[in-house]
């Protein structure tokens, strides 16, 4: 049974795997679109209310990444506290979100939205079928060759996309003059609901931002660095989404808002407006790089993951535990993700086409990501309580800290299944549904083996007894 390699990165390289999973500049294209429709031009607002959710999420990673280093990440962190079974859940319901994201976001969701910029591509029903392959291709090909190239990649990719963002958002404000107003900071006539079910899309959109836990086996002093890039990477996301949703809703005109959640890809034509060709090109070419460095992103998180499960015997064998000597890939689960991936990619996208067939991919993971996030909330407290046997003082911030965040994940949680959609959006319920049983009869069944757990598990001590 193979060891991944340590010291394969730095705080640096942490923060920008974090920040390419939160994939700002699709993000932009995308998550703004249903903002906008269900608050109007008052998008900006709850990007700073999503903030406070975004950190409250982020302490559960926080409080438990200062103490425990493990590959598995949040499987980890619930098993810590709540036991294998749930641990064993937790995992594969990870796994699953990681190449469904993959195949949904990064490969679907590429094709569907460059093949408008590509004529002869874009009047066939399956001219998305040759631009997907394009992410799958690279996202793998990163993979297979080890972590600190991924790292590189998604590092110089996120620092262009925040460039570009920022600095066009700072553009399109100062040639908006006298337009500029406060308006997009208040709720502008609608109602309190609006601003709740908005700021839960926008709390969405940092998604990810906690990626960078399952690799903590790899990077150079996990217990500070990965804390830290936790932190960072969740303030430096909502600045420039603050920045960018308040350019692309002014820019796009606060008096015909209702025309940009039916347009396409307005985020992209906003920034297209005022930059011209030149900045359509960068920012179209930034979009579709940005599924391709969060696939990236995704699939180091869920190969760790992966890697992590056969170690203990968990769904896979321990013998696929195996780590390239060259590289460090964790190759044989890499191979298992490709075929998935590949699988899921092929047949969602030629039944479903490719936004509808993401679309449903996707809105699953979501789902399960949300039951992740309430399990790891749950333990935290419990992990503090009865491991570290912190008295109140100490254990009541790790209580109620993460409450907030539970709260957002629970009101999501509930979108997802009431009411139910009509087909094919209703496929991702019963899909949601049928993983949850899946998963439920894997962590009943499965004699769990932390055979290395517990050498690769560092736990700090309590400082308050």
């Known amino acids: 049974m193979d060891q991944l390699k340590k010291n394969n990165g730095g ?61 598995g990440g949040y499987y980890a962190f619930v098993r810590s506290g709540l036991g294998n079974k749930l641990g064993t859940l937790s995992a594969w319901f990870y796994l699953y979100d990681m190449i469904a994201a993959i195949a949904g ?3 679907l969701y590429f094709g569907a939205i460059v093949a408008p910029y590509i004529p002869f591509l874009n009047t066939s029903p399956y001219g998305w079928l040759p631009l997907s392959l394009i992410p799958f291709a690279i ?43 406060l308006a997009p900071f208040t709720l502008t006539g609608h109602p309190i609901s609006a601003l709740g079910l908005a700021t839960v899309y ?20 996990p217990r500070k660095n990965i804390p830290k890039a936790l932190v960072i990477v969740a303030l430096l996301a909502a600045a420039v989404y603050i920045l960018a949703s308040y350019a692309v809703v002014v820019g796009w005109g606060l008096s015909n808002i209702s025309s940009f959640a039916t347009s396409t890809n307005p985020g992209i034509t906003v920034y297209a407006r005022y930059l011209g060709p030149v900045g359509l090109v960068i920012f179209v070419v930034l979009v579709a790089n940005s599924f391709i460095s969060n696939g990236i992103a995704q699939g180091n998180a869920g190969s760790r993951t992966a890697y992590s499960m056969a170690r203990d015997n968990i769904l896979f064998s321990s013998r696929w535990a195996k780590v390239n000597e060259r590289t460090g890939a964790p190759r044989m689960v890499i191979g298992i993700m490709i075929i998935v991936t590949f699988i899921l990619m092929i047949v969602f996208g030629l039944i479903f086409g490719p936004f509808e067939g993401g679309t449903i991919l996707i809105t699953a993971e979501a789902a399960l ?24 003082k100490a254990y009541l911030p790790l209580l109620l800290g993460p409450l907030p965040a539970t709260i957002v994940y629970a009101v999501a949680e509930y979108g997802v299944f ?46 308050t007894k």
């Open 11 to 71: 705080f640096w390289l942490a923060l920008f795997q974090s920040m390419a999973f939160v994939a700002p500049a699709a993000s932009v294209a995308s998550f703004f679109t249903t903002g906008v429709a269900a608050i109007g031009g008052s998008l900006p607002l709850t990007y700073i209310i999503a903030t406070f959710g975004v950190l409250s999420a982020m302490y559960m990673d926080y409080s438990f990444a200062k103490r425990i280093s493990h590959a």
């Open 105 to 107: 976001f990064s490969t």
């Open 139 to 181: 996202v793998f090909f990163f993979l297979w060759n080890g972590l600190r190239p991924s790292l590189w990649y998604t590092l110089i990719s996120s620092v262009a996309e925040i460039s570009f963002l920022v600095i066009g958002a700072i553009i399109i404000i100062i040639l908006l003059g006298s337009k500029n107003t």
């Open 202 to 221: 926008s709390v969405l959109s940092f998604v990810g931002a906690g990626s960078v836990i399952a690799l903590s086996e790899e990077i150079k002093n």
């Open 369 to 392: 990501l949300y039951i992740i996030h309430i399990l790891g909330d749950i333990s935290l407290p419990i992990y503090a309580k009865r491991k570290l046997k912190y008295r109140l």
């Open 418 to 463: 009431i009411p139910i959609p009509a087909y094919p959006n209703s496929i991702y319920v019963y899909g949601t549904l049928a993983l949850i049983g899946v998963g439920i009869v894997l962590a009943i069944t499965i004699r769990h083996k932390p055979v290395h757990v517990d050498q690769s598990v560092f736990e700090q001590e309590a400082e």
